[in-house]
Nanobody, 124 residues
Framework: QVQLVESGGGLVQAGGSLRLSCAAS????????MGWFRQAPGKERDFVAA????????FHADSVKGRFTISRDNAVNTVYLQMNSLKPEDTAVYYC?????????????????WGQGTQVTVSS
């Protein structure tokens, strides 16, 4: 069993930056592919970014490519999402998730564990 806790969300002006963290407990994250998703009110939970268990490969959704960066530090069991040049349309609850696979996972249905989410609000 893996427990995931996100932090780092908040209110920021358009063009600003935030760094989200996802801390894991229960098991080491080094055996899991990790991802970030987001869900705006009334919308589906959408893929944002994924990283392999070793951190050697990443993949970002087109909507955030060049602005967001996923990374991980297995030594401290934490995954990060650096978000720059934020836009109002980035406003959502952001979730991290863990999948018992080594590769990149972009579909939410393949993730086994989820955090409770952290709110990100970008004002115009």
């Amino acid at each position: 069993q893996v427990q995931l806790v996100e932090s780092g969300g908040g209110l920021v002006q358009a063009g600003g930056s935030l760094r989200l963290s996802c801390a894991a407990s229960g098991r080491t994250l080094s055996s899991y592919g990790m991802g970030w998703f987001r869900q705006a009110p009334g919308k589906e939970r959408d893929f944002v970014a994924a990283i392999t268990w070793g951190g050697g490969s990443t993949f970002h959704a087109d909507s955030v490519k060049g602005r967001f960066t996923i990374s991980r530090d297995n030594a401290v069991n934490t995954v990060y999402l650096q978000m720059n040049s934020l836009k109002p349309e980035d406003t959502a609850v952001y979730y991290c998730a863990a999948a018992r696979v080594s590769g990149l996972v972009t579909t939410k249905y393949r993730y086994d564990y989820w955090g409770q989410g952290t709110q990100v609000t970008v004002s115009s």
